[in-house]
T-cell receptor
């Protein structure tokens, strides 16, 4: 079985500052890892995914994440945030043979001008 | 624009009403999902259809009844709901069911209020 922990429920940052949203997972099998973003009054949108291969994954809107197997982490980063990045961010994990995706509790990213 | 379309966007219903939520995708995906999301929480899986067959029911009360008429459509029939069922109901699809290495594509949801 898989599980995922998002270490911060809220992250406030100033506009144009860098940000890191933390995600740790546990799994007994090979993992597939995802970050989704949810803007107000919308569904979830895929930011990026790690299935295999290069551990540095680039996604949409300037986000990237690094898969670290030894630390069982998949932290999301952006070097310079914009007001429009204000949203809820969900880390999710699945694995070989898994029937469903497991979501973290979410991190609320708030960008202050 | 989302490629998964959900209707209606908002729904208010009484506890004795019967209503249906609809979801449509034209990406050729073979798996479709219903999720329930309460405020400030992650989505909770309710049902999964894979190749038009129900493959997962997460012990959802029988007042929620899913239906998959064809590979592009997914319905959720609602009857005798409780106020605690008020939530955002999200539909999603993915290329394949099971294995879960296919990303989910979500609709924008139906905001349901039960009075």
């Amino acid at each position: 079985a898989q599980s995922v922990t998002q270490l911060d429920s809220q992250v406030p940052v100033f506009e144009e500052a860098p940000v890191e949203l933390r995600c740790n997972y546990s799994s007994s099998v090979s993992v597939y890892l995802f970050w989704y973003v949810q803007y107000p009054n919308q569904g979830l949108q895929l930011l990026l995914k790690y299935l295999s291969g290069s551990t540095l994954v680039k996604g949409i809107n300037g986000f990237e994440a690094e898969f670290n197997k030894s630390q069982t982490s998949f932290h999301l980063r952006k070097p310079s945030v914009h007001i429009s990045d204000t949203a809820e961010y969900f880390c999710a994990v699945s694995g070989q043979g898994a029937q469903k995706l497991v979501f973290g509790q979410g991190t609320r990213l708030t960008i202050n001008p | 624009d989302t490629e998964v379309t959900q209707t209606p966007k908002h729904l208010v219903m009484g506890m004795t009403n019967k209503k249906s939520l609809k979801c449509e995708q034209h990406m050729g995906h073979r798996a479709m999902y219903w999720y329930k999301q309460k405020a400030k929480k992650p989505p909770e899986l309710m049902f999964v259809y894979s190749y038009e067959k129900l493959s997962i029911n997460e012990s959802v009360p029988s007042r929620f009844s899913p239906e998959c008429p064809n590979s592009s459509l997914l319905n959720l029939h609602l009857h005798a709901l409780q106020p605690e069922d008020s939530a955002l109901y999200l539909c999603a699809s993915s290329q394949e069911g099971g294995g879960q290495n296919s990303p989910l594509h979500f609709g924008n949801g139906t905001r349901l209020t039960v009075t």
